[in-house]
């Protein structure tokens, strides 16, 4: 079945740091894929998203591109800040159930 | 830009109680789904929908049930609530295919 698998956290950087959290996928026929953020006490939101090979999503200075070679897409950011302390997820979607698939989180934390 | 609302946002209750979590969405979407977030942040497909008076029962076995009278409204209910069923309940929306999902802000139950 489909999955995604996600480096575990927690991970914590300096302020301007470069980040990196790796997510594989397993999944048949071309999924979308997605990142969420999760602020301290709120719902999930999107970050960026991809729905085909190669393509790249990008947001706030994060960014992400699909690879089907290697079926990852990787969550960078040159330089992060204070603010970016949330928890991160990598999803896809289902195609043939409309279900969404989520990784199990990776925990960000910025220090000052 | 989220218009998917939970209610209770916080809730603490007694064992046996029986409860109804809120979830409305005001953008017409088709697809409604329930998760349940445990406090290592992975999220657990509990209950989705794909429309008006279709439920289907998610990948973690759950006892709550749920309904899909209307389009927009996509309650949760808890017959009888017990500790075990104490953490953070997530509804979300979506339209079409592959497309992202919205999130409400949660319900965090507490069961004394």
């Known amino acids: 079945g489909n999955s995604v698998t996600q480096m575990e956290g927690p991970v914590t950087l300096s302020e301007e740091a470069f980040l990196t959290i790796n997510c594989t996928y397993t999944?048949?026929?071309?999924?979308?894929l997605f990142w969420y953020v999760q602020y301290p006490g709120e719902g999930l939101q999107l970050l960026l998203k991809?729905?085909?090979?190669?393509d790249k999503g990008s947001n706030k200075g994060f960014e992400a591109t699909y690879r089907k070679e290697t079926t990852s897409f990787h969550l960078e950011k040159g330089s992060v800040q204070v603010s970016d302390s949330a928890v991160y997820f990598c999803a896809l979607s289902d195609l043939g159930t409309y279900k969404y698939i989520f990784g199990t989180g990776t925990r960000l934390k910025v220090l000052a | 830009e989220a218009d998917i609302y939970q209610t209770p946002r916080y809730l603490v209750i007694g064992t046996g109680k029986k409860i109804t979590l809120e979830c409305s969405q005001t953008m017409g979407h088709d697809k409604m789904y329930w998760y349940q977030q445990d406090p290592g942040m992975e999220l657990h497909l509990i209950h989705y929908s794909y429309g008006v008076n279709s439920t289907e029962k998610g990948d973690l076995s759950s006892e709550s049930t749920v309904s899909r009278i209307r389009t927009e409204h996509f309650p949760l209910t808890l017959e009888s609530a017990r500790p075990s069923h104490t953490s953070q309940y997530l509804c979300a929306s979506s339209w079409g295919t592959n497309e992202k999902l919205f999130f409400g802000s949660g319900t965090q139950l507490s069961v004394l």
């Open positions: 999944a048949t026929g071309y999924p979308s």
């Open positions: 991809a729905t085909k090979a190669d």
